[in-house]
């Protein structure tokens, strides 16, 4: 098992690791705990109350399986701003938003909220607790993620699949409430 290396922003991440330390345990936005890795680098992982299982009965010292975990840099834009939307639609896709009157923020199709396709739905008392994090990059556990407990790191190691990174494909803008792909949607216009 290789340890987990560079953490990086909206990649998909599976692991094992030991809790080294429990924080703001079964708070009602979700919890951080700090981890160590197999190469003795300790982490944060933040636990959204959207992960499955949620809240965990935390043992210090246990390893750990984290499976489908999201790297967080907090310091760059959140997913879901209008900012990142738009530019989205202008440079990726060629379309023009300034060339007529586009709201990056409502679908032209139904009047619903747009997002990224592969944003992360955070609650606010999530991002808050992000937000407080004295550390650039962190894992994000979320409604996809699983958490298994092992006990000791060799059955860990024994029973998890190898350590393994996954960059997101890059987000469509898509309409929350009728599914809309806004970038077909304005080529077609």
């Not at 429990?22 to 708070?27: D, E, I, K």
């Not at 139904?110 to 962190?138: Q, T, V």
Request: charged share 25%; hydrophobic share 30%.
């Amino acid at each position: 098992m290789s340890a987990l290396g560079t953490i990086n922003h909206n990649t998909k991440y599976s692991f094992v690791a030991a809790v080294s330390d429990v924080w703001g345990t079964n708070s009602e936005a979700g919890e951080v705990i700090e981890i160590t890795d197999a190469a003795d680098v300790s982490r944060y992982v933040v636990v959204t109350e959207d992960t499955p299982s949620y809240p965990y009965t935390w043992k210090v010292g246990d390893w750990y399986e984290f499976a489908t975990v999201y790297g967080c840099n907090p310091k760059r834009p959140l997913y879901d701003s209008s900012t990142r939307r738009r530019d989205r639609l202008e440079t990726k896709q060629a379309i023009p938003t300034t060339a007529f009157d586009i709201d990056p923020d409502v679908c032209p199709n139904c009047e619903g909220d747009l997002r990224h396709d592969n944003a992360l739905i955070l609650s606010e008392g999530s991002r808050e607790i992000i937000s407080k994090l004295p550390r650039e990059f962190m894992l994000i556990a979320t409604a996809e993620s699983r958490i298994t407990h092992h006990g000791n790191k060799a059955d860990a190691l024994e029973n998890t699949a190898i350590t393994s990174a996954i960059p997101s494909s890059p987000p469509r803008v898509v309409c929350s409430d009728c599914g809309t792909a806004m970038e077909e949607y304005y080529k077609q216009q």
